[in-house]
């Protein structure tokens, strides 16, 4: 992914290029503010730009220490289960318009408006713990077990690559099993899931929508698709799938 967006931060400020759906997420980050969750204040809109309130904490690439403990884990499960709480009860505007298509209905998972993009770079990190959620461009009304298995993806984490682990700060095999349950007790999953399954769909949706952002013109996913990025990344289902087995064969019983 070597296309950089152009977002830039000045100050407290976070300048980020406006999209046709940016005047819906304003209405719903407004109201998760006003529900007192940690997410960006809509500060204007003018067209071509969007600026927002810049969520405290260590993000983006300073986010990979404070994701290394279950604690950490279990509060970025906890912030996304309060954040999808307190979309229930947000009425959408009659015009919402969303990035990707909205999700179907799936039994066990009520529909919530799902962030879609909920990795560790996009929560805000302070002492190990998640503090702050942002980068709200892919949010869509879906079922939670979306944004569960989104979030699962990367904080189990289903990677193997020893460099791609260095990377995010891990020293030794991760604690899988311990990670994917602390994550679900973090955010009070109480049904039955199936954890492979359920991020290998979500692995498969990342990819159509990036085609399909990139099909309508949309950066950066244009320049991910001509670089030939979502053939790549179909080896990721395959990753998540050899890891089963770390994840207790990834069925997480009703509890
Ligand atoms: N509201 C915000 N609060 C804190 N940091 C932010 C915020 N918005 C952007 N950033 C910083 O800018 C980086 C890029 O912004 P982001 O909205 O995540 O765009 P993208 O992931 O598409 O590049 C983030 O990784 C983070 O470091
Ligand atoms: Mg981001």
Known sequence: MSVPREVQVVGGVVHRPAKPWTTTIHSLLRHLLAAGLPVPEPLSLDGAVETVRLVPGDAGQDCWPHQLGLDGVASAGHLLRRVHEATRTWVPPADAVWAVPEEP?????????????????????????????????????????????????????????????????????????????????????????????????????????????????????????????????????????????QVGDGQVSER
């Open 105 to 245: 209905a799936v039994s066990g998972s009520e529909r919530v408006i799902c962030h879609g993009d909920a990795q560790p770079a996009n929560f805000a990190w302070s002492g190990g713990m998640a503090g702050g959620l942002f980068d709200w461009d892919s949010a869509r009304p879906a079922p939670a077990c979306s944004d569960v298995a989104y979030a699962l993806e990367w904080l189990t984490p289903f990677e193997d690559d020893p460099q791609e682990l260095a990377r995010r700060g891990f020293a030794d095999v991760p604690d899988r099993r311990g990670r994917v349950r602390a994550f679900l007790d973090g955010y009070g999953w109480q049904e039955p899931l199936d954890v492979v399954g359920a991020v290998v769909h979500r692995q498969q949706l990342t990819i159509d929508e990036v085609v399909h952002l990139g099909r309508a013109g949309h950066e950066p996913h244009a320049s991910w698709v001509a670089q030939g990025w979502p053939a790549r990344w179909r080896s990721k289902m395959v990753t998540t799938r050899r890891l089963a087995r």
